[in-house]
C-alpha cells in the first residue's frame, strides 16, 4: 500500500497539506479503488498550526511520504525541508527544489513507481513464457503461471485480505474469486493477462488522477516565502510569517503578491487571474486593492498589508479545497452505496450463471466484465476538480453540498446595491425642504453617516468632503436595516433614511416632494433637531456585466428575482434595465429571508446572491447563499459560494460548471449500469471470455474516469 507524497506549508499561521489525492490504496484502479480520492480525517489541506523550537509557527515546504497509510489512521511522516526561495519568488513544488528520490518520480512518473512497471512487465513476460510453454515440468499445472500471478497479483489479493476483515465487499475481493477461479482450472495465460489488464490500469488511472492532484497543488505555488518590508525607513526581508497587518510590503516586477491590501505607493499591471479569474492584467495604482498569490508584472507596488495568512482571499480558497476534501456531497454518498450494490451485483449474476450454465469461464467473465470505479473514483475526482476550476476562475466553493446545490438552483435572489450595482453611488441632487440649503443638507447627512458602511453613506460622504465641509464624528450611532441612521450630535437628534424612519419618529410636516425613484434613484431623508431638512437623491452605477448575466441565467431557464431594501421604484427601475423576472422593493433583512423561506416552501431550489449585513439571513436561509467577494465580512462568512472578483458573469459560468459537474457524474452513474448489464448478460451467455471481458472493464472504466477529469483546472489556468 503506498501513498502519494503530499505538500504541506505554513504561511501567516496557517498550516497546509495537500492530500487532495491520497492514493489510499496501490490498486485500487479498474477494479477499482485505483487512486481514489481520500482525505486523512486527521491531516488535510487546510490549516493547522505547528510551532517550531523557538516557539514561532515554522515556515515552509516539507514532503511526506505516508507508507502503509489507511484511511482511518495516522501514518508516519518524513519530512524534508525545502531551501529559502529568492525573495518574492513563488514557492515551488517540492519535487522542483530537492532531488529526491521520490520528488524526482512524482515529477516525471505523476505517482508511478518503478516497482509498478517492474511488476507489470514482469508479468507481461510470465504471460509470454506460458504462452510459448518455455518451461512446464508438470502437464497439466504451469509453475510460471501460478507464480507469477500470485507475485504480480498481490496487491489485488492483499487489498481483498483487508476487505475479508473489515468486512467489506469491493472489487478487490471479486477479482481475487475470479483470479483464483482461473488458476483452478487451468486457465493460466488468462488469469496472467487479467493481471497485465489491472496493473496496466491502475498505472494509468494513477497518471490521470495524478493530472487532478497536480491541478488543485497549483493552488499552492503562488506564495512567496520572504516579503520585503519597509520598516524604520528601511527596506528588511522577513520570513511571510513575521509580516503584521499594518506593515508596508514591496513587491518588485514578476514578485508575487503576499498579502490582501492596498496599493500605498507605485504604478503597475497585476495579473489576478488565479485569484479572480480575470484574463487580462489590472492596473493597480495607489488605493486600489490587491490579493495574495497574484503576480506584479510590471512596476515596483508598496502595499499596505490588510489581510493575512488564512483570511487573505488565498487562504479563503485554500479553504474551500480543504472542505471539498473533506466535506462528501450527498452524490457521493450514492456513489459509494451503487458501486457496493454493483459488487453484489455481479457475485450474485456470477452465481445464478453458473447454476444455470455450469460454464465456470462464463462465470469467471461475469464477475470479471462487472466494474465501479467510474462512479467510486470518478465522482469525487468531479467535484474536485469544479471545485478547483471555480477557484481558479475567480469563485469559492466551500465543498461538494454547495456545488451539488447549485446544480439544483432553479430560481435565483440577487440583491441591488453592491450586488448588480458597484456598490459607489452617486448623489443626483440634493432636494430642499422648509427653506434649507443644500450644505445643511449635506452636512447633517454626512454626521450621521460618518460612522455608517451603507454604500449610500459613501456617496454623502464624498459630497461632504466635495463641499469641504468638516466631517464630525457622533456622539451616538444606531443603524436600523432597511430603514437608516439615528445619531445625537451635540445634544441634537439628527435622522438620515427613509421616508418611514422619519414617520416612525413623527415627522411627516414640510416632506420634500417625493421623486419615487426617479430613473432608478433612491430618495434619503434628512431631518435634524425635530425638523426635515430635505432629501438627497442618490444613484448607484450597474455592474457592466450584470445584464449580460441576468440575460444568461434566464437562458439557463433559471428564474431571476430582485429584492431589495431600496423602494421599489428605484428596484423596479434596475429591474426594467436588467430584464428580471420579478421586482421586489422597501424589505427588510428578515422580509428577504422570509422570501427565500417561502420559495423553498413551494419546492424552489433556491440561490441568493448578496453582499451586505442586511443580506446575510436571507444568505443562511437559502439552498445556496452567495456572497460577493466586495461585501462584508458577515456575508461573507454568511454565504456558501464566494464571487471573488465580485463579477456576475463568474456566478453564471459557476451555476454552468455545477451543471456539468451533475451531468458528467450522471453519465458516469449511467453508462457504468449500462456497460455492466450488458457486460453481465453478456458473459452469462458466452459471448464474453475472460480476456474480452477484462478489456472491456478496464477501458470502460477508464473512460468514465477521463470523463471527470473534463472539468480539471486546464494546464494554462492551472499554471497561472
Not at 460577493?628 to 461573507?636: C, L, N
Request: glycine share 10%; proline share 4%.
Amino acid at each position: 500500500m503506498i501513498s502519494c507524497p503530499s505538500l504541506h506549508y505554513t504561511y501567516g499561521g496557517m498550516y497546509y497539506e495537500n492530500h487532495s489525492f491520497e492514493r489510499v490504496s496501490k490498486v485500487k484502479s479498474a477494479y477499482c479503488a485505483g487512486s481514489v480520492l481520500a482525505a486523512s480525517p486527521r491531516e488535510g489541506l487546510g490549516e493547522r498550526l505547528r510551532s517550531g523550537r523557538d516557539g514561532r509557527v515554522l515556515l515552509g515546504i516539507s514532503l511526506s511520504y505516508h507508507e502503509g497509510y489507511d484511511a482511518m489512521s495516522s501514518s508516519p511522516i518524513i519530512e524534508k525541508s525545502l531551501a529559502t526561495p529568492h525573495l518574492s519568488e513563488p514557492r515551488k513544488s517540492p519535487e522542483l527544489n530537492e532531488p529526491d528520490p521520490g520528488s524526482e518520480r512524482e515529477e516525471h512518473g505523476h505517482g508511478v513507481e518503478w516497482a509498478e512497471l517492474v511488476r507489470i512487465g514482469f508479468v507481461a513476460l510470465a504471460a509470454a513464457a506460458v504462452w510459448f510453454r518455455l518451461w512446464e515440468p508438470f502437464p497439466h499445472i504451469s509453475v510460471i503461471g501460478i507464480a507469477a500471478t500470485l507475485i504480480g497479483g498481490y496487491p489485488i489479493f492483499k487489498e481483498a485480505f483487508e476487505n475479508i476483515v473489515e468486512r467489506k465487499m469491493t472489487m478487490e475481493l471479486s477479482m481475487t474469486i475470479a483470479l483464483l477461479s482461473a488458476l483452478a482450472i487451468g486457465e493460466f495465460f488468462t488469469a496472467l493477462v487479467i493481471t497485465g489488464f489491472v496493473l496496466a490500469a491502475e498505472v494509468l488511472e494513477g497518471l490521470t488522477v495524478g493530472r487532478g492532484r497536480r491541478a488543485i497543488q497549483s493552488l499552492l505555488d503562488f506564495l512567496p516565502r520572504i516579503v520585503a518590508v519597509r520598516r524604520n525607513d528601511q527596506v528588511v526581508e522577513v520570513a511571510s510569517d513575521q509580516v503584521q497587518v499594518g506593515d508596508t510590503v514591496i513587491v518588485k516586477p514578476g514578485g508575487h503578491v503576499p498579502v490582501d491590501g492596498v496599493v500605498l505607493g507605485g504604478r503597475s499591471f497585476v495579473e489576478q487571474a488565479a485569484i479572480t479569474g480575470e484574463a487580462m492584467p489590472v492596473e493597480k495604482t495607489p488605493g486600489d486593492v490587491v490579493y495574495a498569490g497574484t503576480i506584479n508584472q510590471s512596476g515596483a507596488l508598496e502595499i499596505g498589508a490588510q489581510k493575512l495568512g488564512r483570511d487573505t482571499t488565498f487562504g479563503r480558497i485554500i479553504e474551500a479545497v480543504e472542505r471539498a476534501e473533506k466535506s462528501r456531497a450527498p452524490i457521493q454518498k450514492t456513489a459509494d452505496r451503487l458501486a457496493g450494490y454493483l459488487v453484489y451485483f455481479a457475485l450474485g449474476a456470477a452465481v445464478l450463471t453458473f447454476i444455470i450454465t455450469h460454464n465456470v469461464r462464463s462465470t469467471i467473465s461475469v464477475v470479471i466484465v462487472a466494474g465501479a470505479c467510474g462512479i467510486a473514483a470518478g465522482t469525487p475526482l468531479a467535484i474536485l476538480g469544479a471545485i478547483g476550476r471555480a477557484a481558479h476562475q475567480g469563485a469559492i466553493i466551500k465543498g461538494g453540498l454547495y456545488l451539488e446545490a447549485l446544480a439544483a438552483v432553479d430560481t435565483v435572489l440577487l440583491d441591488k446595491t453592491g450586488t448588480l450595482t458597484f456598490g459607489t453611488p452617486q448623489i443626483r441632487e440634493v432636494i430642499s425642504a422648509n427653506g434649507f440649503a443644500e450644505r445643511q443638507i449635506i452636512a447633517a447627512a454626512s454626521i450621521a453617516e460618518r460612522k455608517s458602511e451603507h454604500p449610500l453613506a459613501k456617496a454623502v460622504v464624498a459630497r461632504a468632503t466635495e463641499l469641504a465641509i468638516p466631517l464630525e464624528e457622533p456622539d451616538e450611532f444606531s443603524y436600523t436595516p432597511g430603514r437608516g441612521v439615528r445619531v445625537s450630535y451635540q445634544g441634537e437628534e439628527i435622522l438620515v433614511g427613509s421616508l418611514a424612519l422619519l414617520v416612525e419618529h413623527g415627522m411627516t410636516r414640510g416632506l420634500p416632494a417625493d421623486g419615487n425613484g426617479a430613473a432608478g434613484a433612491s430618495e434619503v431623508y434628512v431631518a435634524r433637531a425635530g425638523q426635515v431638512l430635505g432629501s438627497i437623491r442618490i444613484a448607484d452605477v450597474l455592474r457592466p456585466e450584470a445584464k449580460n448575466a441576468v440575460a444568461a441565467m434566464r437562458q439557463m431557464g433559471l428564474r431571476t428575482v430582485l429584492l431589495s431594501g431600496d423602494t421599489q421604484a428605484a428596484t423596479s427601475s434596475v429591474g426594467r434595465d436588467l430584464g428580471v423576472n420579478e421586482v421586489v422593493g422597501g424589505l427588510m433583512p428578515e422580509q428577504k429571508a422570509k422570501w427565500v423561506t417561502e420559495l423553498r416552501r413551494k419546492g424552489r431550489n433556491v440561490a441568493m446572491v448578496g453582499d451586505g449585513i442586511n443580506d446575510a439571513p436571507a444568505l443562511v436561509e437559502a439552498n445556496v447563499g452567495i456572497a460577493m467577494g466586495s461585501g462584508t465580512d458577515v456575508a461573507r462568512e454568511s454565504a456558501d459560494v464566494i464571487l471573488i472578483g465580485s463579477d456576475l458573469s463568474k456566478l453564471v459560468e459557476t451555476l454552468r460548471l455545477a451543471r456539468s459537474c451533475r451531468g458528467i457524474i450522471m453519465q458516469n452513474f449511467v453508462g457504468t449500469l449500462v456497460v455492466d448489464s450488458i457486460g453481465v448478460g453478456m458473459a452469462a451467455l458466452g459471448f464474453l471470455n475472460p480476456l474480452l471481458a477484462a478489456f472491456i472493464h478496464v477501458t470502460s472504466e477508464l473512460a468514465f474516469i477521463l470523463n471527470s477529469t473534463r472539468l480539471l483546472p486546464r494546464g494554462a489556468e492551472s499554471g497561472r
